[in-house]
């Protein structure tokens, strides 16, 4: 299998490049979105809702948000934004004439999906720190936790956008598999309301990991299991890094 | 030495056999046309000859080395200038050209300098800060044969480089070009555009359903296919089998296109007897390149 090589970087970028050109075009609405669901639900729902432990419903909360939004920040990037550099720019096309191969584009893609969740990962966890909402110094490690949850995510979307026929195609990856994992992973609740059977397959959703790992870092308590938590995240995210450069290479160079 | 080689190239696409078993040298310095209808296969051909597409069989040596196997060094020394537009539309244009440079890993100085040096030399320079979508068509054409020579490559491969340009932009894009050459930048051009091909081509390759029909140079091609003049003769419709009956007799080059006669002429007067009366509604003109392409590749549409 070919790998791809340091190259990658340049990749990553011009599209840090583009970002920044354009940052206000799109960085604004996702930071309001996350501070908007704080409120509503932290605050709003939150009035209704009694937590066993006596902790605050938006506390509960926060260390999910987070999770979420940077897993939505990966997943656009590396579906829509990809799919309109790769189809409608023809930026893979310009680039993979160049010195660089198939796979350091698609490396590079996938390392600006994460670098992507980790900005909203840091946006997100200031402003819940400026709710009074962070009271562990673990916290400091979300940033790079989102980087890596930005690289399973990432990795995840690029493999379903090697093989989509069109743009439309991704209502599918939203609707049906980041939509609900942003309420079945246990960002909203815990999932032990659900029968043991759910319980287990909410463990396929690979969001539920993270927000797992981010609510540990958030309180700073921590149990034996998320070391194997942590190590499926990470053994994820490389299938599915690799996967998509066999199958993007296998779109690309025809 | 040719600086490109090519053996037995083949290019198949399920039932397609889009290039079949080429055989091409481009040698070094040179201008090497290829032309032929939409679907003939060059720029399949092309794109196996800038290692973005693995030949089905056969194989292509660059610079004398085996390019699947040294793709990423070969790539450095080649500068592409594609059909299609893909130049980045959120970057201006200096960014446009900066970004590439980092694909070569050329320094920063270096790069800042060459952008403005290539933006001078295709008159962009006034251009240098500009969004891309205040740029004409014929500007980005121009912007992209600046980003192929942004790493100053060994070899120029060029797929239609003045599709939709005026007539200006046209020339000037050919006086730039005939300049590269003269620098000792060997360029492969895809074209359509028979003048181009004589104005800019050493060695012109006629391609028709993957293969190479012919290969010379462009007065050789037309000397050999066309002869030096082409008489046009539109006769009545009612006296055209006639005619083209007599032309077969006579032994005389011709060909039928739309209700005309061209006849090859290759300098004496071959026409005899009853012929000669239609040759009051002559035209006469010297024969051009593309009188072989269309002797070659055939008068219908081919797709």
Not at chain 1, 116 to 132: C, P, Y
Not at chain 2, 84 to 105: A, E, I, S, W
Request: hydrophobic share 45%; with cysteine; aromatic share 10%.
């Amino acid at each position: 299998m070919r790998s791809f090589s340091w190259r990658f970087i340049r990749v990553w970028q011009r599209n840090r490049d583009v970002f920044f050109r354009l940052w206000h075009s799109e960085a604004p609405g996702s930071i309001a979105e996350p501070i908007f669901i704080l409120l509503a639900m932290g605050v709003g729902l939150g009035a209704y809702v009694g937590l066993v432990n006596g902790q605050s419903y938006i506390e509960f909360i926060a260390p999910g948000i987070i999770a979420s939004y940077a897993m939505f920040s990966a997943s656009f990037e590396c579906t829509y934004g990809s799919f309109i550099r790769m189809e409608y720019q023809k930026t893979f096309d310009a680039i993979i004439a160049t010195p660089l191969s198939v796979e350091d584009v698609i490396a590079g893609e996938i390392f600006w999906g994460a670098t992507r969740s980790m900005m909203t990962g840091v946006i997100i966890l200031a402003i819940a720190a400026a709710f009074q909402l962070i009271h562990s110094p673990w916290a400091l490690a979300i940033p790079a936790v989102a980087f890596l949850e930005g690289l399973m995510f990432a990795s995840i979307a690029m493999l379903f956008t090697s093989v989509v026929p069109a743009i439309y195609s991704f209502n599918y990856y939203f609707t049906l598999f980041i939509t609900p994992m942003f309420f079945f992973s246990g960002v909203f609740f815990p999932l032990s309301s659900f029968p043991p059977i759910v319980q287990s397959l909410s463990w396929i959703a690979p969001l539920t990991p993270v927000v797992h790992i981010t609510r540990a870092l958030v309180s700073g308590e921590f149990q034996p299991y998320l070391l194997w938590v942590f190590l499926l995240i990470v053994a994820l995210t490389v299938i599915f890094f690799y996967l998509s450069l066999v199958t993007m290479r296998r779109r690309l160079i025809v | 030495m040719s600086i490109i080689k090519t053996t037995n190239l083949t290019k198949k696409f399920k039932e397609l056999l889009a290039v079949d078993r080429v055989n091409l040298e481009v040698e070094e310095g040179e201008c090497f046309g290829l032309l032929g209808p939409n679907g003939a296969g060059k720029t399949s051909l092309i794109r196996m000859i800038t290692a973005v597409s693995p030949p089905t069989s056969g194989e292509v040596q660059v610079l004398g080395k085996d390019l699947q196997a040294h793709a990423r060094q070969i790539k450095a020394v080649l500068g592409v200038v594609p059909q299609l537009d893909n130049l980045d539309p959120d970057l201006t244009v200096l960014q446009n050209l900066m970004t590439f440079t980092r694909y070569f890993d050329i320094p920063k100085n270096e790069a800042l300098r060459r952008s403005d040096e290539v933006l001078k030399l295709l008159e962009l320079d006034g251009k240098r800060d500009s969004r891309l979508r205040e740029l004409s068509g014929g500007m980005k054409r121009r912007l992209l044969i600046a980003r192929g020579l942004i790493n100053l490559p060994r070899i120029v491969v060029l797929d239609e480089p003045t599709i939709g340009l005026d007539p200006q932009g046209r020339h000037l894009v050919w006086n730039k070009l005939a300049d590269l050459k003269s620098q000792g930048v060997t360029q492969l051009l895809c074209t359509q555009n028979m003048e181009e091909a004589v104005v800019l081509c050493d060695r012109v390759a006629i391609m028709h359903q993957g293969k190479i029909l012919s290969l010379d140079t462009p007065g050789g091609l037309v000397s050999r296919y066309a002869g030096s003049e082409v008489w046009e003769i539109e006769p009545d419709p009612s006296e055209m089998e006639a005619m083209v009956r007599e032309l077969k007799r006579q032994g005389v080059d011709f060909e039928e296109v739309g209700g005309k006669l061209h006849l090859f002429q290759t300098g004496a007067d071959q026409i005899k007897g009853e012929l000669v009366k239609h040759l009051k509604r002559l035209r006469q003109r010297p024969s051009t390149l593309e009188d072989v392409f269309l002797r070659l590749t055939g008068r219908s549409l081919v797709e």
